[in-house]
Antibody, heavy 119, light 107 residues
Framework: EEQLEQSGAEVKKPGESVKISCKGS????????IGWVRQSPGKGLEWMGM????????RYSPSFQGQVTFSADKSLTTAYMQWTSLKASDTAMYYC????????????WGQGTLVTVTS | VLTQSPGTLSLSPGERATLSCRAS???????LAWYQQIPGQAPRLLIY???IRATGVPDRFSGSGSGTDFTLTISRLEPGDFAVYYC??????????FGGGTRVEVK
């Protein structure tokens, strides 16, 4: 079974940058996209986009295009999401997920990384 | 857009739960999935392709439907089933969308 290990919680000030990570433990990630899902406090799930580990091809939700940047290191089976200038509204739990290339569902979820932006 | 109803379902253990998810556009190849989120935990996949149970999901969970109308049924609620349930699809522009969720709470 695939395991996704996410980096720890972050507390940042508005305007600061942060990069969170998601490491896959299995070898099946070569056939999967790694996606990111936001859950703001008390709210539902929002898909942010995804990256293909094999060639770092990315797709962004229009809602998040330009707000975050996805990257990946295939040799480390790790995906990253980065903000260059955080806002208070970025405060949320962020989950990484895997999407089989031939499917349209997220079969494994990381434990989540809580990003808190507060002055 | 995916619209889930009801917003909250109040039921007792042992009862049957029926959750609805309606899509604003036709869902290609029934690529509709359901997830369960227990408070304080990450969501987990329950059902994909509208009716296929994910590995390890008990058979009291079942998915049905096609086109624009889909249903998740929990035949007999157990204490661990009280959670929030989300449906999800990928639209024609290859963007994933989630429904707003249905909370199943203890009556």
């Amino acid at each position: 079974e695939e395991q996704l290990e996410q980096s720890g919680a972050e507390v940042k000030k508005p305007g600061e940058s942060v990069k969170i990570s998601c490491k896959g433990s299995g070898d099946r990630l070569t056939d999967h996209w790694i996606g990111w899902v936001r859950q703001s406090p008390g709210k539902g799930l929002e898909w942010m986009g995804m990256i293909y580990l094999g060639n770092s091809n990315t797709r962004y939700s229009p809602s998040f295009q330009g707000q975050v940047t996805f990257s990946a290191d295939k040799s480390l089976t790790t995906a990253y999401m980065q903000w260059t200038s955080l806002k208070a509204s970025d405060t949320a739990m962020y989950y990484c997920v895997t999407l089989p290339v031939s499917e349209r569902h997220f079969d494994f979820w990381g434990q989540g990384t809580l990003v808190t932006v507060t002055s | 857009v995916l619209t889930q109803s009801p917003g909250t379902l109040s039921l007792s253990p042992g009862e049957r739960a029926t959750l609805s998810c309606r899509a604003s556009h036709y869902v290609t190849s029934d690529y509709l999935a359901w997830y369960q989120q227990i408070p304080g935990q990450a969501p987990r996949l329950l059902i994909y392709r509208a009716s296929i149970r994910a590995t390890g999901v008990p058979d009291r969970f079942s998915g049905s439907g096609s086109g624009t109308d889909f249903t998740l049924t929990i035949s007999r609620l157990e204490p661990g089933d009280f959670a929030v349930y989300y449906c999800q699809q990928f639209g024609s522009s290859s963007e994933a969308t989630f429904g707003g969720g249905t909370r199943v709470e203890v009556k």
